[in-house]
């Protein structure tokens, strides 16, 4: 704390500490006049500023002053491109700066543990590399424009059943591995202004008040130095709240908060210091805010509506495109099916929800890109009924019979995912799948787009020829859909979460939302790709797919190193060559595979991508470097990330499950702790250690011969053998004549941990 701040914090009085605290507002937090202490305003993101016009709510009932509506998070993310992502932060900073807005709420983080969360589109990935790596570019885009970003929702908030008062039961390392280390690199290398944590608890305790999380880790482990801010409403126990270290709480409730602070101050429940601690916080982020400020920018929306444009297109995924039907000819004439087609969904609903500049039109769109082509609407199916309408469907089958291919646009209706409930099933509408099947019995060339946050599942998969996955792309995501369709733009977005074949072949299928109180993360590590993998079960599409109009070839895949110590760069290049006849762009995409783990882990994990632009026939060597965390778990025995010794594997691949390049690589690391002995430690536990045997057998030989194990292990069959594996040590004075008593077996336990401690150094 400078001397400054120091001597600001002693001019307050007990009940202005308390008031900076928490809001003033809906919005704001508090002013102090007396001390020319300013208030300043948060708003809404990730995608697009949301600042109310009338009265304010949290959930975006009311209307908003229009806004860039840029493309949500999980098609944003589709585009795999860092630069992209950061000059999309770029623009929402200065929007947010034009309308005096201190701090955007995002981005949003959590992990896609399930595709049913109806809140998934407000989300990065299924991986924690890939959306921390996103994120942090979100965060430094943003912040160059002086403007803070909060990143949320920390920790678990994966689920909107219960969100406020659920409890989360995660192992501390999956805890670790997936759902902390989805914000941790984006929090240590972008920092920040402010974390929001989550409504939930976290293995018994909220959020809010959880010092572990927001101390612990954050604080401590991580060095974060901005504020914690609450979620709406997601204050349990004020006083808890802020010793934890939560400083704001939001939004303001009439002084309620401010005075609870004050009682729990002078009943000696809350320390001044952890008071002043919370002030100094907050007034460092009231000068960030105020003081140490660009110029103003001059806004050029149109420009904004470009890149959300841009976005879109780099952020579209081609899933399916047989006998190459796309991209369209600028000739024909072509049938355009379903309501969506008219009333694109391009983003969610609920507290995100963005009041655009401008809205493309889907047809003139198409217009404009398609040339001289002809094109024709049908409704086929109408979004808000559940009722199949035949007079649309018939006569959307005749249109289809009369065109050279129909373009379906199918998806998700609002109310099928939006903030506060989850989805129950992973269906489009069965007035969709039943235009699907009609027009599939008039016409071979279909082509179905998709409008929807989250995967879907498609026992009609194997009907339409090509499948476009578009999310909710913003409000340029019809230009970007027609530029995708005639090939002005080569698709290169590629899934940063897998579409399961069906709603039971999910990970937490079976713990997914919980009982009435709490939620089993059983699955542990074991999310998205990491558990199709592991099981062997075959994805709808795979983490990473994505198809694009021309090909890419790999080769030359070199390591710096064959064996390498954990306290060295692994680097790592390997060539991508355009083979096709279009110009377009690969994601290349690294992961890494642990052949030899002590602890169970997945088949593969990602820790590098790189998205490279490339002109027919051109090659490129794209390069990374991995450190030793990449090569790491994290070890519950010693509470931190372990690199222990052994073989891994590089693999390069163009999803989780097309992977075209592998390379061998020794690690001389660490030797995991080795848990110590004691008395139903198996015999088989203690012969996995070269250091004991020897002991152990001249111990086993001083006993007696009837019942030996040592016997047993020579001579017995197969089974016997697996049997006396298992036995406990204390055990042995029931199969031994001479069977040693408690100390005798004690002393035995004490020599063999002395030498497993010798061994260790």
Known sequence: MDNATQRLIEAMTLEEKASLCSGLDFWRTKPIKRLDIPSIRLADGPHGLRIQAGGSDHLGLNNSIPATCFPTEVALSCSWDEELIRRVGVALGRECRAQNVA?????????????LCGRNFEYFSEDPFLSSALAAAYINGVQSQGVGTVIKHFAANNQETRRMSVDVNVDERALHEIYLASFETAITQAQPWGVMCAYNKVNGTFASENAELLTDVLRNTWQYDGIVVSDWGAVNDRAAALDAGLELDMPGNDGRSDQRIIDAVNNGLLSTAVLDRAVARLLKLIRRATTEQPQVPALDMDKHHLLAREAASESIVLLKNDTDLLPLPSSGNFAIIGELAKNLRYQGSGSSRVNPTKIDTLVQ????????????????????????????????????????????????????????????????????VALIEAVSQVQDNIIVVLSNGSP???????????????????QAMAA??????????????????????????????????????????????????????????????????????????????????????????????????????????????????????????????????????????????????????????????????????????????????????????????????????????????????????????????????????????????????????????????????????????????????????????
């Open 103 to 115: 701090l955007l709420l995002g981005p949003g983080v959590n992990i896609k543990r399930s595709p």
């Open 365 to 432: 769109e198409l217009q404009r890109a398609g040339g001289s082509a002809l094109f024709h609407y049908s409704a086929g199916y109408r979004l808000n009924s559940e009722q199949i309408d035949l007079s649309l469907l018939d006569e959307a089958v005749i249109l289809a019979s009369k065109s050279d291919a129909a373009i379906l646009f199918l998806g998700l209706p609002d109310d099928y995912e939006t903030e506060g409930v989850d989805r129950n099933h992973l269906c489009i509408p069965a007035t969709q």
């Open 456 to 474: 879907i599942e498609m026992p009609w998969v194997v009907t339409p020829k090509a499948i476009i996955e578009s999310y909710l792309g913003g």
């Open 480 to 761: 970007a859909l027609a530029d995708i369709l005639f090939g002005h733009v080569n698709p290169s977005g590629k899934l940063t979460e897998t579409f399961p074949e069906r709603l039971e072949h999910t990970p937490c299928h079976l713990n997914f939302p919980g009982t009435s109180e709490c939620v089993e993360y059983r699955e542990g590590v074991f999310v998205g790709y990491r558990y199709y993998d592991k099981k062997g079960i075959e994805p709808l599409f795979s983490f990473g797919h994505g198809l694009s109009y021309t090909s890419f070839e790999y080769s030359s895949l070199k390591l710096s190193h064959e064996q390498i110590l954990d306290s060295d760069q692994l680097e790592i290049s390997v060539t991508v060559k355009n083979t096709g006849k279009r110009a377009g762009k690969e994601i290349v995409q690294l992961y890494v595979s642990d052949t030899e783990s002590s602890l169970i882990r997945p088949d593969s994990e990602l820790k590098g991508f790189k998205k490279i632009a490339l002109e027919p026939g051109e090659s490129k060597q794209v390069s990374f470097s991995l450190n030793r965390r990449a090569f790491s778990f994290y070890d519950p025995k010693v509470h931190d990330w372990h690199l222990e010794s052994g073989w891994f594997e590089v693999l390069i691949g163009r999803s989780s499950r097309d992977i075209v390049a592998r390379a061998p690589v020794e690690i001389v690391g660490q030797q995991r702790p080795i848990s110590p002995i004691h008395a139903n430690s198996t015999i088989g536990d203690i012969l996995k250690h070269p250091a004991l045997v020897p002991f152990f057998n001249d111990w086993l030989e001083s006993l007696s011969e009837k019942g030996n194990v040592l016997k047993m292990l020579r001579n017995g069959e197969p089974w016997m053998e697996e049997l006396t594996l298992q036995l406990p040590l204390r055990t042995q004075s029931d199969y031994s004549e001479k069977a040693p008593n408690r100390q005798e077996l004690q002393c035995l336990i004490d020599s063999l941990n002395h030498l497993l401690q010798q061994q260790q150094g």
